[in-house]
């Protein structure tokens, strides 16, 4: 499976970088996606899944509110597993520690049994299957019945982000070529989409629900991140002389932005269905 062999190694490579740039980001919606789980869903020792764990963030989250559970999370990274590991080891004591395992797979094709599961969670996962009916199926089949997959993702949308905007202007003051579009071809295109997904691959009683990614940056904070982590390879790329004259302009037009101007906003969307 090319695609997917390109994608683990792609997350492979920034593994740490995502965790320290871009889970934060992301935190407070995973928060909110467990806050809005229904009590009955879980009983004491309950066995969840979490589909895409990457850093772990989610599969921490979850042993933390229930910590009898036992949490088995799946990637196509061993890169990415790698620093959940080393964050489980950081954050659980020993005992505990060994309620959070991993193994490399894919969304679609679950090493586990039928009914296996009697939660399934994913965070930011949905958007990157190849095949996201297919990966739907596959997480319902090992989920018990009367068991739950809850989810949140992207909703695709054209969102205007004023540091953005100061990167590519600061590229093209330099001679380079502005980046191309960085829309998720995976992302949902609205809420209603989700529920006809979930729908679709036999969940029932699926509820669907907006939301909003938003996170502040300060105009270092942005710098950094896109010069360590973001765009990491295309700075790094540059003359030495083209990335100090982009790096000194770009810095020039994000300090002159509002917090507002520096204030990310995007749309996404939590789904929960019952097998």
Same mark, same amino acid.
């Given at each position: 499976?090319?695609?997917?062999?390109?994608?683990?190694?792609?997350?492979?490579?920034?593994?740490?970088?995502?965790?320290?740039?871009?889970?934060?980001?992301?935190?407070?919606?995973?928060?909110?996606?467990?806050?809005?789980?229904?009590?009955?869903?879980?009983?004491?020792?309950?066995?969840?899944?979490?589909?895409?764990? !990457?850093?772990?963030?989610?599969?921490? =989250? @979850? #042993?933390?509110?229930?910590?009898? +559970?036992?949490?088995? %999370? *799946?990637? &196509?990274?061993?890169?990415m597993m790698a620093a959940a590991h080393a964050?489980?080891?950081?954050?659980?004591?020993?005992?505990?520690?060994?309620?959070?395992?991993?193994?490399?797979?894919?969304?679609?094709?679950?090493?586990?049994?039928?009914?296996?599961?009697?939660?399934?969670?994913?965070?930011?996962?949905?958007?990157?299957?190849?095949?996201?009916?297919?990966?739907?199926?596959?997480?319902?089949?090992?989920?018990?019945?009367?068991?739950?997959?809850?989810?949140?993702?992207?909703?695709?949308?054209?969102?205007?982000?004023?540091?953005?905007?100061?990167?590519?202007?600061?590229?093209?003051?330099?001679?380079?070529?502005?980046?191309?579009?960085?829309?998720?071809? !995976?992302?949902?295109?609205?809420?209603? =989409? @989700? #529920?006809?997904?979930?729908?679709? +691959?036999?969940?029932? %009683? *699926?509820? &669907?629900?907006?939301?909003?990614?938003?996170?502040?940056?300060?105009?270092?904070d942005y710098l950094t991140f896109m010069t360590?982590?973001?765009?990491?390879?295309?700075?790094?790329?540059?003359?030495?002389?083209?990335?100090?004259?982009?790096?000194?302009?770009?810095?020039?037009?994000v300090a002159a932005l509002t917090p507002e101007?520096?204030?990310?906003?995007?749309?996404?969307?939590?789904?929960?269905?019952?097998?």
């Amino acid at each position: 499976m090319p695609g997917m062999t390109d994608q683990a190694e792609r997350f492979d490579r920034f593994a740490a970088g995502y965790a320290r740039w871009w889970a934060p980001v992301l935190a407070p919606a995973v928060g909110t996606l467990i806050d809005g789980l229904d009590g009955d869903i879980l009983g004491p020792g309950a066995h969840i899944l979490d589909v895409g764990t !990457g850093t772990g963030q989610l599969a921490l =989250a @979850a #042993l933390e509110r229930w910590p009898t +559970a036992t949490v088995d %999370g *799946v990637d &196509v990274s061993a890169g990415m597993m790698a620093a959940a590991h080393a964050e489980a080891d950081r954050r659980l004591a020993p005992a505990r520690r060994a309620q959070f395992r991993t193994t490399v797979a894919t969304a679609d094709r679950l090493p586990f049994g039928d009914g296996t599961f009697d939660l399934a969670l994913s965070s930011f996962v949905l958007q990157l299957v190849p095949n996201r009916h297919r990966a739907l199926r596959d997480i319902r089949r090992v989920v018990r019945p009367g068991g739950a997959f809850a989810s949140v993702t992207w909703i695709a949308g054209r969102i205007v982000f004023a540091p953005d905007e100061a990167f590519d202007d600061a590229l093209e003051a330099v001679g380079e070529e502005p980046r191309g579009s960085d829309g998720r071809s !995976g992302d949902f295109e609205a809420m209603e =989409a @989700a #529920l006809h997904e979930y729908r679709r +691959a036999g969940f029932s %009683g *699926v509820v &669907v629900a907006p939301g909003v990614v938003e996170h502040r940056f300060g105009a270092e904070d942005y710098l950094t991140f896109m010069t360590e982590f973001d765009e990491e390879t295309l700075v790094a790329e540059l003359d030495d002389d083209i990335r100090a004259r982009f790096l000194e302009d770009l810095r020039r037009r994000v300090a002159a932005l509002t917090p507002e101007q520096l204030t990310l906003r995007l749309p996404i969307v939590f789904a929960t269905g019952r097998r």
